[in-house]
């Protein structure tokens, strides 16, 4: 079964900056694409960013474009997210999630950030 | 962006009949492999998303076979044949064809 964890989450003052992380179980971490999905307070799901198995392919939506960088440390089995000039509506709860053919096929539990 | 607009929002449903959602994606989300890159999920309170229809219409691992999912061009169906208490949640439509992944605004099923 695969697992995901996150970590990093917390109180941050607008402008500030937080590192998130996502372990997983050892399910060939490196075989898969990775992805990372929030969730503001009461409202559904919205997709940060992604990178493919070796990290040399990154997406990202506009909303973070150049505020949040994703990389991944294979050897580590590890998923990051730098965020970094944080503002009042990146408040959300964040996820990673494994690619799979095309669906998010495994998520962690989330890690919530608060900027305020 | 592709823009994906659920149906109903809100969605009321006695225990032991059918239900159905709808998605509509605003482009063709059918890739030039011949996969269409569209999936639904199923939040339950309090949980992570989980994944239950993926690539159009293929349930994914573990997903009863109580839920389908079929596609029209466009027009995407979810059909719960009959609706348990286990299936409260929130349903969402997601395209994975391009950047920006984009989700639909969800609908919540609730046991009247």
């Known amino acids: 079964e695969v697992l995901l964890v996150e970590s990093g989450g917390g109180l941050v003052q607008p402008g500030g900056s937080l590192r998130l992380s996502c372990a997983d179980s050892?399910?060939?971490?490196?075989?898969?694409?990775m992805h990372w999905v929030r969730q503001p307070p009461g409202t559904g799901l919205e997709w940060v960013s992604r990178?493919?198995?070796?990290?040399?392919?990154?997406d990202y939506a506009d909303s973070v474009k150049g505020r949040f960088t994703i990389s991944r440390d294979n050897a580590k089995n590890t998923l990051y997210l730098q965020m970094n000039r944080l503002r009042v509506e990146d408040t959300a709860v964040y996820y990673c999630?494994?690619?799979?053919?095309?669906?998010?096929?495994?998520w962690g539990l989330g890690t919530p950030v608060t900027v305020s | 962006d592709i823009v994906m607009t659920q149906s109903p929002l809100s969605l009321p449903v006695t225990p032991g009949e059918p239900a159905s959602i709808s998605c509509r994606s605003s482009?063709?989300?059918?890739?030039?492999?011949?996969?269409?890159?569209f999936a639904w999920y199923l939040q339950r309170p309090g949980q992570s998303p989980q994944v239950l229809i993926y690539?159009?219409?293929h349930r994914a691992s573990g997903v009863p076979d109580r839920f389908s999912g079929s596609e029209s061009g466009t027009d995407f169906t979810l059909k719960i044949s009959r609706v348990e208490a286990e299936d409260v949640g929130i349903y969402y439509c997601?395209?994975?064809?391009?950047?920006?992944?984009?989700f639909g605004q969800g609908t919540k099923l609730e046991i009247k």
């Open positions: 050892g399910f060939a971490f490196s075989s898969y694409w």
């Open positions: 690539l159009g219409s």
């Open positions: 990178m493919n198995e070796d990290g040399r392919v990154t």
């Open positions: 482009r063709s989300l059918l890739h030039r492999n011949g996969k269409t890159f």
């Open positions: 997601m395209q994975g064809l391009e950047t920006p992944y984009t």
């Open positions: 999630a494994r690619d799979l053919s095309g669906r998010m096929d495994s």
